[in-house]
């Protein structure tokens, strides 16, 4: 038997059969509301229904349900008369489909108040709820095959199309940009590295400044999956990390260095989306290091101290090139002709070549005969650890004095006399593990391209001097850096300069200028005479 359907509640009160040949009916129903009444009749089988009604606001309202047999479903609408389109057929699996849906295109009398509201309905609303093809004698808004009328084909691809270049813009930002990101990184740790080398060249003189442009333009570092070297750098040197900034300064005072390096890699993808082509991106990094002063040493101090004249940077006065002494002479005051007019008469051997009488009389008038500069260990194995592997008996900052009693956890301050016979040894070691070990022009020394900066020693420059109060003291007021003697010579690989020094013979260094941690030569000055490097921008 054919199903049956009823809809009740409108004015054309029709009952509409599905035939299964069509395999579609269609009915045209007038619906005054306020509700629309669906009755499945109970020899039916289940059906499924749709209904759309559009009332005043525009809105579309929509149900959907499974009806058993003799089961009526009530549909709300709203107080305008609606005019439907009612239609059923048989689906798979003996299903039936009712589905009711507004035309939008109304020519019944008494019903134009609606049309405004029908015409705003959603068209792919109206297509959802039309599951099988209409008559075109219906009015509706497909064509008797089912397919959308012609105007509309093509709109996929149109929309692809459209797409597409949207989702290649949007690739080309993600790969560009992305890019972009990688290359600054690359070229900003070009030019760190390039202003630390810079930096680190830097040594008070135009030499320096000479030697700084060509470190930091010769860096290895290079951009583009590191296939590309950076060309042309600007390097520009300052006094102050605030500038001002100069390609070609005069050496001294010079502190800083600052590096601006550019590249300019290549876009694939943006050009594509952009109505101005732009195939290239200017890609800027810049970096400044400079040489910052350090005021305390918890280690790296050899275990000596040199007698400062000045209290003037850097170099406390002392003269680069000449021979100091990093541990004096015995001093002896009973000698003859030992006076504050002839220091020199009050030690058991002559002092360094180029120690100077205000030094010796400064030694002479506060040190005496236990002090001769020493501040190291007593035991041998400290020793070793003090002057191979710059261990300190005490950290050393700026003002520190060694003559104080209790510093560096000595009753009697820091000094003392020491073990020469063990201390010669091992700076002999030291210097001998330097591959330049012969010579003492220091020069010379940094202009031999073997040299390790193991010959080099760093010590605390000390002041000697009476307190307010009238006691010794020997306060630190800077630093220095010294080249150790050698005996070496192209028949004698090794030298034992420092191991046939006696015990009353003084320990001589060459005085090679500014200190800066990670420098072989050495360093631009400063207010301390020591520096490290680093970056500051």
Known sequence: MLPKIEIANNKQETNGYCDPSERRKEGRYVVDGPVFTLHVLPDNECFQCELQDISRSGAALRADCYLAPGTPVMFPLGQERV??????CRLQMSRYLLGVAM???????????????????SRAALRHSLKSPLHAADGLVLDSTGNRPREERGFVLVAMA???????????????????????????????????????SLDGTSTGITNARTAATNMVDKWNFSTTTVSSPT?????????????????????????????????????????????????????????????????????FAAVATSNTAPYFGFTVGNVYDIQWPQYNSTRAHCD???????????????????????????????????????????????????????????????????????????????????????????????????????STYLADGTHNGRRLIV???????????????SPVVGYGQFLLESNATNGKSSSDFYAKVNGSDPFCA?????????????????ATGASYVRMVQ
């Open 83 to 88: 005019f439907a389109s009612v239609r059923y």
């Open 103 to 121: 035309e939008s295109v109304i020519s019944l009398p008494g019903v134009h108040s609606i049309v405004p509201q029908l015409a705003r309905a």
């Open 162 to 200: 459209a797409a597409a270049i949207a989702l290649i813009g949007v690739m080309g930002l993600a790969i560009d940009m992305g890019r972009m990101f990688i290359v600054k990184n690359e070229v900003q740790t070009f030019a760190d590295a390039a202003a630390v080398a810079g930096a680190l």
């Open 235 to 303: 390097v520009e040197f300052a006094t102050s990390s605030s500038g001002t900034w100069s390609t070609n300064p005069a050496g001294a005072g010079i502190l800083y260095v600052r590096v601006t390096a550019t590249v300019t890699p290549n876009l694939y993808f943006i050009p594509v989306v952009m109505p101005t082509k732009i195939y290239t991106a200017s890609v800027p990094a810049r970096a400044v290091a400079g040489q910052v002063d350090i005021s305390f040493f918890p280690d790296g101090l050899a275990p």
């Open 340 to 442: 504050s007019g002839h220091p020199d008469n009050c030690f058991n051997s002559p002092p360094c070549a180029d120690e100077t009488a205000e030094a010796e009389r400064s030694v002479v008038a506060h040190w005496g005969s236990n002090i001769n500069g020493y501040w190291g260990y007593s035991a041998n194995s400290d020793i070793a650890a003090s002057i191979l592997d710059r261990q300190q008996l005490a950290a050393v900052p700026i003002g520190y004095d060694f003559q104080l009693p209790g510093n560096c956890g000595l009753s009697g301050g820091c000094m003392s006399n020491g073990n020469k016979s063990s201390i010669g040894g091992y700076l002999d070691q030291r210097v001998n593990q330097d591959p330049a070990n012969i010579g003492n022009v220091y």
């Open 459 to 473: 010590v605390p420059m000390v002041k000697p001097a009476t307190s307010a109060s009238g006691s010794d003291i």
């Open 510 to 526: 060459v005085y090679a200028g500014e200190y800066t941690v990670g420098s072989t030569g050495n360093g631009a000055g400063g």
